[in-house]
């Protein structure tokens, strides 16, 4: 065992916090069984306590052990994706403590893939609570940099792991209802599940916003960045064109795709003091860049970032998905002045 793996159990079981790499995004962990610890997750982030906190372990036979009831469902998708991008909710079990989950009766699991998050699941012996690393409603970190800057007083210490491979949150699937549902996509994809299971639903941040009722709690903007972020849709680029037009003095950012960055019809969209950002055009690679550079130009200080949504395909599910989030509808574009 290094070192560093053995200051982080220390750490972990005398109740603080270590930030640790996983595949997906950094997570902010503590020992799943202890109460304050859990409760010291809730304080550094900042984050309500009505919103539950998924629980990391080694693999599935120690999965079972959180779970009151382990569906044959669970354990298919445990054995074809674990470790994985894919955490699967299902009845809790008592010795999860119910600050984790917000006090509802399920549980959310999932083994990452990571060698370092591996390696302390295993030394440590135990359940890890574990959201992203980040300040509640901000942008998830994928580098131990981006932990150490936001959130470094407050963390114990950070296992420094290296840039997150998949570079966006896990696919969270409710496994507790009559049908499957995939509550937030995520790498591994509905078609992914659906040849296990299936049938199986999928709600998204733009399906959440779409809802007219809108609970408190469950509001689609959040991983958002600072500055004000608009998303559209590339076939309204003619807006975009026309509020640079209209709106001379202020700078802005453009995340755009690839494609489209290179393509001549942005030129009468980029002033001198503009920043444009081309993001990659396959949906795993644009998934690994999206957060690190929604934070580059967050520190840009312009005065609004405009990021393009890829097209509406399943491949994209996604990365559609953060980039909702992260963002407001071109159409608010008026409290912009
Ligand atoms: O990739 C990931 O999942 C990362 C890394 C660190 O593993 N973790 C992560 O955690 O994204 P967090 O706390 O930022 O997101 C957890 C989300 C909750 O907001 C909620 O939507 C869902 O997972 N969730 C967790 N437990 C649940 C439960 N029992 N029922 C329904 N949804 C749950
Ligand atoms: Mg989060």
């Not at 200051?7 to 997570?27: C, K």
């Not at 998050?117 to 609570?129: C, E, N, S, V």
């Not at 114990?156 to 996509?185: N, Y």
Request: proline share 9%; with cysteine; hydrophobic share 45%.
């Amino acid at each position: 065992m290094t070192e560093s793996i053995r200051n982080a159990v220390e750490i972990l079981r005398a109740g603080g916090l270590v930030a640790i790499p996983t595949e997906t995004v950094y997570g902010l962990a503590a020992d799943a069984t202890n109460a304050s610890a859990v409760q010291r997750i809730f304080e550094a982030k900042g984050r309500p306590s009505t919103n539950p906190l998924i629980v990391h372990v080694a693999d599935a036979n120690i999965a079972r052990r959180y779970a009151r009831q382990w569906p044959q469902a669970a354990q298919a998708l445990a054995e074809r994706f674990w470790p994985g991008p894919l955490t699967l909710v299902v009845p809790r079990s008592k010795a999860i403590v119910p600050q984790v989950t917000a006090g509802l009766d399920s549980v959310g699991l999932r083994a990452p893939d990571h060698p370092l998050a591996l390696q302390l699941l295993r030394a440590f012996d135990g359940p890890l609570a574990a959201p992203s690393a980040n300040r509640s409603n901000r942008i998830s970190p994928t580098t131990a940099e981006h932990v150490k800057r936001e959130l470094g007083d407050a963390v114990g210490q950070v296992l420094d792991g290296g840039p997150c491979r998949v570079g966006i949150e896990s696919t969270v699937l409710d496994l507790t209802r009559d049908r499957p549902a995939i509550l937030r996509p995520g790498a591994i994809t509905r078609d992914q599940i659906v040849a296990i299971l299936g049938p199986v639903e999928l709600q998204t941040a733009a399906d959440a916003s779409d809802r007219p009722a809108r609970s408190p709690g469950r509001q689609p903007v959040h991983y958002a960045p600072a500055t004000p972020a608009y998303r559209f849709a590339s076939g309204d680029m003619p807006q975009v064109i026309a509020w640079r037009r209209t709106h001379l003095k202020k700078r802005a950012a453009f995340l755009l795709l690839h494609s489209t960055a290179a393509a001549g019809a942005v030129a009468p969209l980029i002033n001198e003091s503009d920043v444009l950002v081309p993001l990659p055009s396959m949906p795993v690679d644009y998934a690994r860049e999206l957060y690190s550079q929604l934070r580059r130009a967050d520190a840009l200080g312009v005065d609004a970032l405009f990021i393009e949504l890829p097209p509406d395909e399943a491949q994209w599910a996604a990365v559609r998905d953060r980039v909702w989030r992260a963002t407001r509808s071109l159409s608010d574009i008026e409290q912009f002045k």
